[in-house]
C-alpha cells in the first residue's frame, strides 16, 4: 500500500507548453512533470530563482497523469509588443516594457495553441528521498501561497483541485479516484470517453504492476532551471484504457 497525493484539474482554457520553434507555441494533450512542478512549487511559494526549493520539490515528488478528456485545441493568432533588450536596462512589469521609447519597441508574432474543456486527475508520489511530505503539499493546494495557473496566467483554475491523500494498492488505483462531478450532467456537458489515457514515470509496472500494453517515449518537460526555462529529457509511459469511472450514468 503507497500513499498518493490526488487532485484533479479541469481547465476551460489550458496550455501545457511543449518545445517551442520560432512563431508556434504548441501546447501538450496534458500537463507534464514540469507543469506540475510548477503548480505545486507556486502552491508552496517556492519562487523561480529559489533554486535549493526547486531542486528539493523535483526530488521529492514523482507525477502520473489520468487524462480523462484532452479537451479540444485552440489556436490563438497573438501579438505583442516587446522593446529590444538593451545593456543596463532592466523591465520590471509589462508596464515598463510598454513604456520604453517607441524606437526599441518590436511586434513578435505568434501562434499560440491552448486545450479548452479538458479534464485531468493527477497523482502525486512522494520518493525515498523526499524532503517535502504529501501532508505539505495538500495543505498548499488547498490554500496556496501564489495564484495557480494551468500552463500561462491567462489560464487560471476554473474548479477546486479537491486535493487528498488516499491509499492504494496500484497507481492505477489511485488514479481511478472518483471526484464530485464539476457540474451536473459532467460526463455528457464535457464529451468524456469511456477510454482514457494514462502516463506516468518510473518504469513499466509502475502503474498496475503488470506493465501489459505500456509504450514509452522520451519527454522534455523535466525543469532544469526556472529561471533560464531550461528543461532535460525524460522517460514517460502511457497506456490506453478503459475508464474504471465510466459507470455513471450519461
Known sequence: MTDYLVFRLYA???????AAVGETRPTATHPGRGAIIGLLGAALGIRR???AGQQ?????????IK???????????????????????TYRTRRDELNAPRKVLNTILSSRDYRCDGLWTVAVWATASATISLEALEKALER???????????????????????????LRAALDSDFEPIL????????????????WEGDAECLDGEGQGAESSEVWDQPLNR????????????????????????
Do not use: I
Not at 487524462?67 to 536596462?89: E, F, I
Not at 491567462?154 to 477546486?160: D, T
Not at 526555462?229 to 525524460?234: E, I, L, N, S
Open 67 to 89: 487524462q480523462r478528456s484532452p479537451g479540444t485545441l485552440l489556436r490563438d493568432y497573438h501579438t505583442a509588443q516587446v522593446p529590444s533588450t538593451q545593456n543596463k536596462v
Open 144 to 170: 496556496p501561497c501564489f495564484p495557480l495557473f494551468l500552463g500561462r496566467k491567462s489560464c487560471p483554475l476554473a474548479a477546486p483541485l479537491a486535493p487528498r491523500r488516499v491509499p492504494a494498492e496500484t
Open 184 to 199: 451536473p450532467g459532467e460526463r455528457h456537458l464535457l464529451r468524456l470517453p469511456d477510454e482514457v489515457m494514462y502516463y
Open 12 to 18: 476551460p482554457l489550458a496550455s501545457w507548453g511543449e
Open 56 to 64: 528539493a520539490l523535483g526530488e521529492s515528488v514523482r507525477v502520473a
Open 227 to 250: 529561471r533560464r526555462w531550461q528543461f532535460g529529457p525524460r522517460v514517460e509511459y502511457r497506456r490506453f484504457a478503459r475508464d474504471a469511472n465510466a459507470k455513471e450514468a450519461r
Open 49 to 51: 530563482d529559489d533554486d
